[in-house]
């Protein structure tokens, strides 16, 4: 596709546009990304906006303007449906809570990619791993050292996904990211204005990532050089979840259900821990919305806005 120069192409000859054409697309980074759901939606769009050669592949036929759609199943891929690019971002989720569905996506789904492109020229590959890999539970800070688990099927199918990714020969990278929210994307907050979500008795750490942080996040890892292989991928500052349900009631008006602080609370399977985004931060990374309340107030924003989402 030509870049867009804001110059009338119509003046240059047939064999000239080729040329030109050739000469746009030579500049062009080729980034393929596997799973088109919310990240790789908005991930696609920042990677086209910023004038990269995106290719898109999902099982739907969604189609995002300015992309390249590939519509394929990752347990049926054929080498000859898939692009040579230099970058793979694999962003790929089970449509269903199983043990099953799990491994046929980040196991078998990933090792089919792999064998793909083992042969051809990929720079790197960053796979969307998950912070539900950790062990810790007592809300201490933890980095990308910290003890992992596997005592349920979620933590257990990942590790061994990262292990799959790891074992790419170009330059791969793990990026564990936290709870995913944003526009379209705000279950906690859902939760409060439906007066569903109750406060706990003890303190326990919610860690997050705005959907604009996380794509820019993504991206940063495509750029930087090859030090780490694993990034934590979340915001600055981890924070009591009930600081977060109180501040979201108090912003939207909203009263707590009269059990909120009974034996009834909801904990949900949260893991207690504070995550650090240290690494890639120094590796260069500046966030935008480095604290829940930015994100929310960006949520907020666009609400009253009510500027429909750019497919």
């Known amino acids: 596709m030509a870049e867009k120069t804001g ?3 119509r003046w240059l000859k047939a064999e000239s546009y080729k040329t030109y054409l050739r000469s746009c697309m030579s500049n062009q980074i080729r980034i393929l990304i596997v799973g088109c759901g ?3 939606t ?3 769009k920042l990677l086209r906006d910023n004038g990269h050669a ?3 592949l999902s099982r739907s036929a969604k189609y995002i303007n300015g992309c390249n759609h590939i519509s394929a199943d990752l347990m049926n891929l054929a080498p000859e449906m898939l692009p040579d690019v230099q970058y793979i971002f694999f962003l790929a989720a089970p449509d269903h809570h199983s043990k099953t569905a799990y491994e046929n996506i980040y196991m078998h789904g990933l090792e089919k990619l792999i064998n793909a492109y083992k042969d051809r020229p990929v720079k790197r590959l960053i796979f969307a791993s998950s ?4 062990a810790e539970n007592s809300g201490q800070w933890i980095d990308e050292t910290a003890t992992t688990h596997r005592d349920e099927f979620r933590a257990d199918t990942m590790l061994q996904a990262e292990e799959i990714a790891l074992s790419f020969s170009q330059s791969p990278m793990i990026a564990r990211i936290s709870a995913i929210y944003g526009p ?6 859902d939760q409060v204005l439906r007066q569903e979500r109750f406060l706990k008795h003890d303190t326990v750490y919610s860690n997050r990532i705005y959907i604009t942080d996380l794509c820019r996040a993504l991206e940063h890892l495509m750029r930087i050089e090859y030090n780490e292989t694993i990034y934590n991928i979340t915001d600055q500052e981890p924070t009591p979840i009930n600081t977060i349900l109180s501040w979201l009631a108090t912003i939207t008006g909203t009263l707590f259900p009269e059990a909120a602080l009974s034996d009834q609370s909801d904990h949900r399977n949260l893991k207690n821990r504070r995550i650090s985004c240290e690494r890639i ?3 260069g990374f500046s966030h935008m919305y480095p604290s829940f309340q930015q994100g929310f107030h960006a949520i907020f924003k666009l609400q009253k806005q009510q500027k429909p989402l750019d497919y």
């Open 281 to 283: 931060i120094r590796a």
């Open 54 to 56: 995106v290719y898109t």
């Open 131 to 134: 912070s539900v890999v950790y």
């Open 38 to 40: 919310y990240v790789g």
């Open 42 to 44: 908005e991930l696609a």
């Open 184 to 189: 379209g994307r705000h279950p906690l907050l």
């Open 7 to 9: 110059r009338p192409l």
